[in-house]
């Protein structure tokens, strides 16, 4: 607004606030690193999905020729096979992972859990082709499992499908990802507001009842986002259907892998936009659905 002092005009200028300055200056920061390393890739590889292979190389063009190629064929049941065993890994990734983030958040002081929180990250120390290769020894034939199966009389003689089957797959893919399935149904287990489960039992409510009716649906957010972390890694995972499935069990990861290798790019761009366009889904699913405030919590304020 203009003021009248002396008989000059003194027009007011609108300082910009430092504090907001510099916060959305920190924030330009990561954001420009996952433009330019991040969104920028994948736009190219999206584009490259319509490109036509010419020899060893591609050319530019718009053809759909590569997602036709995908859906059709061998590569379809491949892409039913990831579906359906990424789905069954996250169940029971999120049945062992609810569980635990329950206990850590109601049951454990907040140093306490923090700590237990930490040594989740301890497996991820060791190389991750080897954890995968331990498994190996693990469901082999002269391995533990097998023989205290045995011990315990439960099993006349060793077990051959614990190893390089669905079985083993599924226990390489819920062993990698379900621990990071912990860290955010934790945090939206501990965001629940505790009057809450104490206003329920107050009305009478027992625990089975609070459980179901105040805390799991508060929960929720939580339980989304351990879905995606687990379906999204599941869906594209290359190593472990190639060291627990043995040869020739195809999962998107691996398959992509191998068209790569073969020099056909516009196809395996294009069944990697296909794994891109689910984890865009599940995130735009979370984001319509649910607000981010009720998942962060006080981290998503300044």
Avoid: C
């Amino acid at each position: 607004m203009g003021t009248v002092q002396g008989g000059a005009v003194q027009v007011g200028v609108r300082r910009a606030d430092p504090s907001r300055v510099a916060r959305y200056g920190i924030l330009a920061i990561p954001m420009l690193f996952v433009a330019l390393f991040f969104i920028v890739p994948l736009a190219l590889m999206v584009v490259g999905s319509f490109w036509e292979r010419a020899g060893f190389w591609v050319r530019p063009a718009f053809s759909v020729r590569a997602y036709a190629e995908f859906l059709t064929g061998v590569r379809l049941f491949v892409l039913r096979r990831s579906l359906a065993v990424a789905g069954v890994a996250t169940l029971a990734g999120l049945v062992i992972a609810y569980p635990i983030a329950y206990f850590l958040a109601r049951h454990v002081p907040e140093r306490t859990s923090r700590s237990m929180l930490l040594l989740f990250t301890v497996p991820f120390v060791i190389n991750y082709v080897i954890r995968n290769f331990a498994w190996t020894y693990l469901l082999g034939r002269t391995g533990p499992v097998n023989g205290m199966l045995m011990a315990a009389g439960l099993i006349h003689r060793p077990l051959d499908w614990l190893l390089f089957s669905d079985v083993a797959v599924l226990v390489g893919l819920i062993t990698s990802y379900m621990p990071f399935m912990v860290y955010p149904l934790w945090l939206a287990v501990a965001a629940v507001d505790r009057r809450l489960v104490e206003a329920s039992w107050l009305l009478g409510a027992n625990p089975r009842v609070t459980f179901l009716k105040v805390t799991l649906p508060l929960s929720m957010p939580g339980i989304f986002a351990a879905v995606i972390f687990g379906f999204v890694g599941s869906f594209g995972e290359s190593a472990v259907p190639i060291i627990l499935g043995g040869v020739g069990y195809q999962m998107m990861g691996n398959t992509i892998t191998s068209t790569l290798g073969v020099l056909n790019y516009p196809l395996a761009a294009a069944m990697s936009s296909v794994v891109l366009a689910a984890m865009l889904l599940f995130l735009a699913g979370w984001y319509l659905v649910f607000d981010v405030r009720s998942f962060l919590g006080k981290l998503v304020r300044w």
